[in-house]
């Protein structure tokens, strides 16, 4: 279970947000560009620190402006990036070896993800849908307790898309985590999201 | 020219060896610390770390001097406390080389940092690792070709360091007399086939640090090409 409760000076306007995310739930957040998703995304994993508010997942809180700011590495937060963010100097074994905590665990989801024969390429030399596999693997092997995913299907071709959409749904049943989407698109939304906040000026309509 | 002394091609190589690891290890630190960090007054710092690049060798040791001299505030206090002497000495000719040398490895280092997506990095902290393995294991293998290509410069660079030296460390035979300083007094004193020997042996080793950095450069050019390809 998450709870976000935060407040946030940003150039433009206020970004105030309330919501929870509970492990059976996808939340997408959607919204124009420039409406606040991402740094509410960054806000949670503590990338950017809130003006005020609080944050807490499972009981644990990772940051309350009064007292407590939890350092990204502590946080327990697989974060899935717009580009994905794969390490190009490392294999798809050693992307995914990174940060995991067993082996085991991450063999198994590189053969759910079905990147397994990819173990010894490198990110350059794979397609645009295996790097997204790629990085769901790489944040899920570190056992996180929410997921957040920044747009992952926006640089994907039609085809690729709907079958991410049904793999993330699939693995979200399997690992129940509670997971926040960032999305543009208004299908996606719908398709995906146990519920949809609408984001507009750093407030949820 | 079989009686030549080969003391300034020794101490160039040292004082350029040592001068180019300080330089590294600073302006690596330094660069990748500027390039994650925005604060009020930043440009300003990173203009004063460029600035020996464009002010002339004598006025970067005029300064030097105003520093270490013996009248110097750093010098002074160095003569006092430790009865050590800065000026005409090996140390001087270290300190000239590295202030020279430095902004040619802070730029490249900078631009190397900069040159990949920031959110690699943050990866790698949301996966658990610490500071020091991102900055091993991620932002310094991802850097090292435009690192290296500051190592090489900034060696060129302090090799053949000439005014701020002359004016920091003199000319003392076999103490301070670096390639480019035994040049100038060859010539001063007539004796052309000295200075064309250093000369011709300097010319060769810029010569071939631009030509290895030229190969270098395009060779990593490519490292990753794909991968900015399909963003």
Redesign the interface.
Known sequence: MLTVDIQKTLTHFELNVDFTVSKDEIIVLFGPSGSGKTTILNCI?G?TKATSGFIQLNNRTLFDAKKVNLP????????L?Q?Y?????LSVWKNIA??MKTESFAKQLMKELRIDHLADQF???IS?GEKQRVAIA??LA?EPDLLLLDEPFSALDDATRERSHEELMRLHKLWEIPVILVTHSHAEAEKLGSRILYLDEGTIR | MSDVNLSPLWLSFQTAAIATVIVFIVGVLLARFLARNEFYGKSIIEAILLLPLVLPPTVVGFGLLYVFGKNGFLGRFLLDYFDFQVVFSWYAVIIAAVVVSFPLMYQSAAAAFKN??P??E?????????KWKVFW??SF??AWPGLLAGLVLSFARALGEFGATLMLAGYIPNVTDTIPLAIYFAVESGNMEMATFWVVIIVALGFSAILWLNWWSKRNMMR????RK??
């Open positions: 994993v990338l990204i590495q502590q946080r327990k937060i697989g974060y990036f580009d963010a794969l390490f190009p100097h990174y940060g990110p350059n030399a645009g790489r944040a570190t | 990949y997506d959110n690699i943050n990866a790698a902290y949301t996966m658990g690792a610490s294991t991620i293998p991802l990753y090409a794909e991968r399909s963003k």
